[in-house]
């Protein structure tokens, strides 16, 4: 709705930290009532200079302005946009995520216009040239005629340069000053607004739905809901994890609703990032295929949200405002009155958790489900003098199916910690008997220090539980994995997949399905893409990640497993052996058996008893600063202001050190989420006002953290 005469605009400016929760109230002048609204961007007196900054409320003015010499209300001085940014339901949504996530609206509201839209100037409306049938000469010449003649035939116009480039730009203007032709402004697309279309598939309306299912299965169905969407008028936003699977995914969705699907992720360069976003917001899309920061599309009639592979990491934002995308997603439905989908092969717990509790529906899709799988228990390797990194039966399984003419993929984690102490005897690793998580062993000071709490103690000489002396560190890496194989497999070529050689991928991923190569070992790169169809997938060291300093490493490992296991193909018939040290965790036997839901129930027990979500609210404080005794005097000031406001404060702690910084972390942990942020806020304050040069360190804070450690 647009200002009215006598109103006034708050305006947020589009600057630095500083004032950026802080809207400026400008009065709007006469002439620019009908362009003011909120969304768009306006320029405005700031002192002596002009700033541009974001319209986010108008009211009427309280009132004449005050007595001479008191401060005065400004009159804004232009609106640069014919149409909003962003709608009131978006903006909504971005002080929502404001509140949620402890940071500024401009932050927020920068999710909702891109950079490379908020900071540029827009470009003046194309003219049009139109005809002016009353006005025509009877008298012309040959070019005159041909340009009035291709006018008259075009009632609405066309663009004057169009006809300028064909060479009749001085016809053009002399048919202008003769009064035949006159030049109007382009009309711009009005975008799409209104609520949400009438019926539709069950989605559009009621619980959020979780979708479980493997990936084809999913997609399928994925496909379908948005086709319906469609046809009812409604508008859908769809997102995956990685840009390869968005490429995917929209080439699906276009084969079944047509050409008004746009690609929009982050890696798209910035003029089409640009362009893109410009046609999402005037209409000329109805489906939007992205990564996580298509969830802000500027979509008028949203009908639908998908969130696929809801439970991966990189739904989560890694800086302000840290918000994470399901919750996201289910707040802009809410907000919009759109359907929310949650997919995955593997949910979150969280979402596990409240599907049971009722507050989601359950959809489970057909699915292939894993290929055959072989538990390898190393222990029994060990006892019978075979210590070796790979099993005998993996190298007979390995050698069978590159006899028959399949491919092999070897999987080692190397994500976290790995240097943790494991009993050879009977599987126990040694954890922290307050957080739950194990503690990473420090072979140079044969120490063992809890990553959450901070807790540090001398490695034990003898296992905890079973008394045994065979506790040892484990960890193999892709490179020792890789000697290995080329030393058992001589005949055969051999490629590695981790960080380091991350740039071949392509290159192997085509030789790899050409048969050229049918010899991989890599880390989680494996499964980029969903591009590896391996006969058989060998899991080297299943229990590197169940070990991992965060109560998260069990779901993440159970996770992760079903990904890389879930890469098996034919022909021959798809295997996998799964190498470990606790045959018997719930992870791998969840693996084993297919037994989801065991696994999850046996997971939300442990986190009740521990007090971990979804049953208590996180909070990440890390204090960084120039050595360790600065951070730690800023973590220091942060717990105690976190632990008057009520929350339990595990450390501090010290954290990897980053961009040349030392850090010291705390985790704040409350029953309820409005308890948390509250301390998580006073922790904040606690650190002093942000900026550059700051003395005295510098504090992050992410509310629902992903990452503990």
Sequence with gaps: MSAAAGDCAEVLLDRAAGIADRPLTYRVPAGLHDGVTVGVRALVPLGARTALGFVVATRPCDGPDPEPGAPRIRDLLDVLDPIPLFSPALLELARWVSEETLSTLLDAIRCLVPPEVARRR??????????????????LGRRQQALVALLLAAPLGMPVGALARGGGGPSLKRLVAL?????????????????????GRAVATGLPVLLWGDAAARAAWIVDAVRETAARGGQAIVTVPEVELA???????????????????????????????????????DVVCGTRSALFAPLGRLGLLVVDDEQDRSYKADAAPRYLGRAVALRRGALEGAGVVLGSASPSVETYAAADAGAMRTVRVASGGLPRVTIVDMRREHDEGRPGTLSQALIDAMRGHLRAGGRVALFINRVGYA???????????????????????????????????????????????????SLRWIGAGTKRVEEVVARVFPDYRLARVDRETAGEFDRVAREFAAGRLRLVVGTQLLARGRRLRPSLVGVVDADVPLYRPDFRAAERAFQQLHAVLGLAGGPPAPDAFVQTRAPEHPVLEAIRTGADDAFYRDELRARREFGYPPFAALARVVASGRDLTEAGALAARAAEAARAHGAEVLGPSPADPAGGHARVQCLLRAGTREVVRDAARAARDAAGPPGRGRRGGRLAVDIDPQEIA
């Design 122 to 139: 827009p470009a003046p409306r194309p003219l049009l040239a139109v005809a002016v049938p009353d006005r025509i000469p009877r008298t």
């Design 419 to 469: 240097r943790v102490l494991l009993c050879q005897e009977c599987g126990h690793v040694v954890r922290c008997p307050r957080c739950l998580v194990p503690m990473p062993f420090d072979r140079e000071a044969d120490t063992i220090r809890c990553r959450v709490c901070g807790r540090t103690e001398k490695a034990p000489q003898v296992c905890p539980r079973c008394k045994g002396v």
């Design 179 to 199: 009064g035949a032709i006159r030049l109007d402004d382009a009309p711009r697309p009005e975008p799409v607004t209104g609520g949400r279309p009438e019926g």
């Design 247 to 285: 490429g995917g995914l929209a080439a699906q969705l276009r084969a079944a609703v047509g050409d008004r699907v746009a690609l929009f992720h982050s890696e798209l360069a910035p003029a089409a990032h640009r362009e893109t976003w410009a046609r999402i917001r005037e209409g000329a899309a």
